[in-house]
């Protein structure tokens, strides 16, 4: 007998950002989306270049397009850290250290082709210590740039990136790396860890 596996889930958001439901991954990215739950994550070399990715050119969301390190979204129930290094593994093939958490309150929407992004999507930096095995099918090219001349060009208009990847570099400290890590509780209620 042959188990299908369950579609991946993702954690439906109220304005105030509590859990308020689940809806199937594959259905949630519409002309409508509703608000969900996601992150993002910038990894950095020991020499300060960020890791940029340009999305594989059949993905569902802003096919073909420059943005940061890694996306994706929590499972229900699962702590947001744990996503985040969950999908570094599955999407750029490779493990991180000293995962921070940067912009707890980071929210934004975009659209593209009639798609529409509608995320709570707090950003986490990170090392990558190790190379880089992308999936094809989630990643269509990589590049390590230096993070000042990265976001010095994005910051002026020269660099195209998507819609998310921009207001992020806007709100991100000139040297992530350095930022104090913010505090838990600053996440969306959804997200915020569950202490016993």
């Given at each position: 007998?042959?188990?299908?596996?369950?579609?991946?889930q993702v954690v439906l958001l109220d304005e105030e950002g509590h859990a308020?439901?689940?809806?199937?991954?594959?259905?949630?990215?519409?002309?409508?989306?509703?608000?969900?739950?996601?992150?993002?994550?910038?990894?950095?070399?020991?020499?300060?270049?960020?890791?940029?990715?340009?999305?594989?050119?059949?993905?569902?969301?802003?096919?073909?397009?420059?943005?940061?390190?890694?996306?994706?979204?929590?499972?229900?129930?699962?702590?947001?850290?744990?996503?985040?290094?969950?999908?570094?593994?599955?999407?750029?093939?490779?493990?991180?250290?000293?995962?921070?958490?940067?912009?707890?309150?980071?929210?934004?929407?975009?659209?593209?082709?009639?798609?529409?992004?509608?995320?709570?999507?707090?950003?986490?930096?990170?090392?990558?210590?190790?190379?880089?095995?992308?999936?094809?099918?989630?990643?269509?090219?990589?590049?390590?740039?230096?993070?000042?001349?990265?976001?010095?060009?994005?910051?002026?208009?020269?660099?195209?990136?998507?819609?998310?990847?921009?207001?992020?570099?806007?709100?991100?400290?000139?040297?992530?790396?350095?930022?104090?890590?913010a505090p838990e509780d600053d996440l969306p209620p959804a997200a915020r860890p569950r202490h016993?």
């Open positions: 007998m042959t188990h299908l596996a369950a579609p991946e308020v439901g689940t809806a199937d991954k594959l259905g949630v990215h519409h002309a409508g989306t509703p608000l969900h739950l996601a992150f993002s994550c910038y990894l950095f070399d020991g020499a300060g270049n960020v890791l940029l990715t340009r999305r594989a050119d059949d993905k569902r969301t802003f096919p073909g397009v420059w943005t940061n390190s890694c996306c994706g979204h929590p499972a229900p129930g699962e702590p947001l850290a744990e996503a985040v290094r969950r999908r570094v593994e599955q999407e750029l093939g490779t493990h991180l250290t000293d995962l921070r958490l940067v912009l707890p309150r980071f929210r934004y929407r975009a659209e593209q082709d009639g798609v529409v992004e509608n995320e709570m999507c707090p950003v986490y930096v990170a090392l990558a210590p190790g190379p880089v095995d992308p999936d094809p099918t989630e990643v269509g090219e990589t590049a390590w740039e230096p993070w000042a001349d990265f976001r010095a060009a994005v910051l002026s208009g020269t660099r195209e990136v998507s819609v998310w990847c921009r207001e992020q570099v806007e709100q991100l400290p000139a040297d992530p790396l350095s930022a104090p890590v016993a």
